[in-house]
């Protein structure tokens, strides 16, 4: 296991449209000394807009985004190479930068190049890359954009490890996969997270998932975490009123931790 040190920070971040923005006042912490972190919250309540914030995709409207101690937003050349490997993050809609008019064998070919340069390449083929998320070889030569939704969201998965990141971001990873694939994929990512030592984030709806990868649970409402636990004891004791909306939306999983 290697020593990874990367962390990746939110200081009293604000982020977001209009003139309320859903983020008001966040503190987190990402590393890979942290142990995974969940985020949960209903639909619209920001979980994007604090991963967009955390990768300096959205602009930060207040307080602070800091990759190893530097402004996320002010990167200089070198660090911003350096902060393209070693966080990534997959997207909503797992599109997650990849150009979907390439094959997937170029594309992956292309995150490879860019783990060569940055100093972490393992040798890995592409097609090694694609089968850790369950995707076979027949696979390389079709075109993203003839992918399946769920093959999408995969292949986004094998792209974003395929730099071997110190730092993952997931935004609801699983939506597009059957119950059978999202049992494997949240399995397959809780090794690779734990064997290579990643720092991980996860917004999701599906508390499974969020459940088998997070020791620790950040409850989003209005703006701020309004409650911090394991998953257990959020959705068996809530405290917050958000968090008991969503115990009651979620009875089998309430079942499933009793
Ligand atoms: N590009 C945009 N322009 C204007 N408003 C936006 C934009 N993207 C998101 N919003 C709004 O910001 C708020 C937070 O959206 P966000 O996507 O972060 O929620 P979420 O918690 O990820 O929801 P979900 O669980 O449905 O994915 C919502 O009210 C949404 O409508
Ligand atoms: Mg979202």
């Known amino acids: 296991m290697s020593a990874k040190t990367s962390s990746l920070s939110a200081h009293g971040l604000v982020a977001g449209y209009g003139s309320t923005p859903s983020i008001n ?3 987190l912490l990402v590393s890979p000394s942290t142990g995974a972190i969940g985020i949960i919250g209903r639909s619209g309540v920001g979980k ?3 991963i967009k914030a955390m990768t300096g995709e959205l602009k930060v409207r207040g307080g602070r985004v800091n990759f190893d101690g530097a402004t996320v937003g002010r990167l ?3 660090d911003k190479k350096r902060f393209g490997v070693a966080v990534r993050s997959v997207a909503q809609n797992g ?3 990849l150009d979907s008019r390439q094959t997937v064998q170029k594309a992956i070919e292309g995150e490879l190049t860019k783990a060569r340069k940055a100093g972490r390449a393992t040798g890995a083929s592409a097609a090694d890359v694609i089968a850790v998320m369950f995707l076979e070889p ?8 003839s992918l399946s939704g769920g093959e999408r969201q995969r292949l986004a998965l094998a792209a974003a490890l395929a730099t071997r990141p110190d730092i993952l971001l997931l935004d609801e990873p699983t939506t597009a996969l059957d119950q059978s694939l999202k049992d494997a994929v949240s399995r397959r990512l809780a090794e690779i997270v ?5 720092g991980l984030l996860v917004a999701s709806h599906d508390l499974e998932l969020i459940n088998r990868l997070c020791p620790t649970v950040h409850v989003l409402d209005h703006g701020t975490f309004v409650e911090t636990g394991s998953l257990q004891d959020l959705l068996t004791s809530p405290k917050h009123e ?11 999983a309430t079942g499933a931790f009793a």
Not at 138 to 145: A, G, K, V
Not at 194 to 198: L, R, T, V, Y
Not at 242 to 252: G, K, N, V, Y
């Open 25 to 27: 006042g966040v503190d």
């Open 48 to 50: 994007t807009t604090l």
């Open 76 to 78: 200089g050349i070198r």
């Open 95 to 97: 599109f997650s930068g």
């Open 138 to 145: 027949r696979f390389l030569p079709r075109t993203i954009s």
């Open 194 to 198: 734990e064997e290579d030592n990643i």
């Open 242 to 252: 958000a968090t008991r909306d969503l115990a009651t939306a979620f009875p089998e």
